[in-house]
């Protein structure tokens, strides 16, 4: 569809380990099996993992395309399954965002691919960063990851608050993940209700399952490894709801898509 822009959905999480970049790389692989034109985007500079996930040597890195060391189009890779790939850097970084003229670097990048796919997933740095919230302004969708873990849940409220202070971010949607607790949706929203007002969507959990470790030691999607498997499922049914239109979702977030702040610079 000519001039159609990306849809972008930021995986986010307060603390590290509760599988945000995993379940990142395998909502891109369920977005591609419905026929979607999807790039993974690994926003944790100096530290991305998504190429190591994905078990590929990348063409290029995000950081050097910000310094414009890479070519944009040189940079992005193809995945044997299906998604691109723009990876960044580990253990070494070339240009952090932070200053405007990263930012405006960021902006003219992202505003550049906005036309060649339909969804752009961004991994972000787990925990409250600037570059966290930078894409969180402008994106159509934020993916909270969290666990039933009691840090993982008072780390992704901190998350959640430090987000809603920052300004008018857009539908904020809770995944639980690795975990079938039941009343985990309805005690984070009662915690956020009570002391903020406003709570995220909840999109639904992730259930425990080996498979999911199984295919992080073999490096492939988890769709490859174990295709029936109850995470799967899950994961595929995540992707569909989150592609909720704005005229279906009920009206209890702050926002609706596409109205972060700084969603215009993106436009290319």
Not at 167 to 178: E, F, H, K, T
Not at 218 to 231: F, G, Y
Request: aromatic share 6%; hydrophobic share 40%.
């Amino acid at each position: 569809m000519p001039n159609r822009l990306s849809e972008f959905w930021v995986f986010v999480s307060g603390k590290g380990g509760v599988g945000k970049s995993v379940l990142a790389l395998n909502t891109a692989r369920a977005l591609f099996e419905q026929g979607k034109r999807v790039l993974l985007l690994d926003a944790d500079l100096g530290l991305g993992n998504l190429h190591v996930l994905a078990n590929v040597e990348p063409n290029g890195r995000l950081e050097r395309v910000l310094a414009r060391a890479d070519d944009l189009d040189e940079a992005i890779t193809p995945l044997d399954f299906g998604p691109d790939l723009l990876a960044s850097e580990n253990g070494q970084s070339l240009c952090m965002l932070a200053g405007s003229d990263a930012a405006e670097e960021l902006a003219e990048t992202l505003g550049l691919l906005n036309s060649r796919y339909d969804y752009i997933l961004v991994d972000t740095p787990r925990g409250i960063s600037d570059p966290g919230l930078q894409f969180c302004r402008a994106c159509d969708r934020i993916v909270l990851v969290t666990s039933d873990e009691p840090t993982a849940i008072t780390n992704s409220y901190a998350w959640y608050k430090s987000a809603m202070l920052d300004g008018s971010p857009p539908p904020v949607w809770l995944v639980a993940n690795g975990t079938s607790e039941v009343t985990l949706p309805d005690r984070f929203s009662e915690l956020c209700r009570r002391f903020l007002g406003h709570a995220p969507r909840w999109a639904g959990s992730i259930p425990y399952d080996a498979s999911v470790g199984e295919s992080v030691a073999m490096q492939r999607p988890l769709c490859e490894c174990s295709p029936d498997s109850p995470a799967w499922e899950a994961i595929k049914h995540l992707s569909r709801i989150l592609q909720i239109t704005e005229n279906e979702e009920d009206s209890s977030g702050p926002a609706c898509p596409g109205s972060g702040p700084h969603r215009a610079q993106w436009a290319g």
